[in-house]
């Protein structure tokens, strides 16, 4: 399956944006998806993971409650709401996923990556 991921760019301290991830190449259900994050200088981090059927979510520490991951199955893409965004959330943002049964909160166990999309809030 290939991903691509759109809808990063600048926005103000607070304020919202949402990413979007679309696949190409699979049925995009039969796969866990999530989102991880690079901050600039640091490792790889988990922001946000769902599994097939959406009833399982996981957030990382820093966005809960301020980030929420969605899948549409039928149009084959996951979206990520980030609200109340903040300078430390910079980074850029990764859609990943995986054909499997268990979330993960690794990045080592994705197969599959977007190509990633700048995220910069100013503060």
């Known amino acids: 399956v290939q991903l691509q991921a759109f809808g990063g760019g600048l926005v103000q301290t607070g304020g919202s944006l949402r990413l979007s991830c679309a696949a190409s190449?699979?049925?995009?259900?039969?796969?866990?998806v999530g989102w991880f994050r690079q901050i600039k200088g640091k490792p790889i981090e988990f922001v946000a993971v769902m599994d097939r059927s959406g009833g399982t979510i996981y957030y990382g520490d820093s966005v809960r409650g301020r980030f929420t991951i969605s899948r549409d199955n039928a149009k084959n893409t996951v979206d990520l709401q980030m609200n109340r965004l903040k300078p430390e959330d910079t980074a850029v943002y990764y859609c990943v996923a995986d054909d499997t049964e268990e979330i993960s909160l690794f990045p080592t166990a994705y197969d599959y990556w977007g190509q990633g999309t700048l995220v910069t809030v100013s503060s």
């Open positions: 190449g699979r049925s995009f259900s039969s796969y866990v």
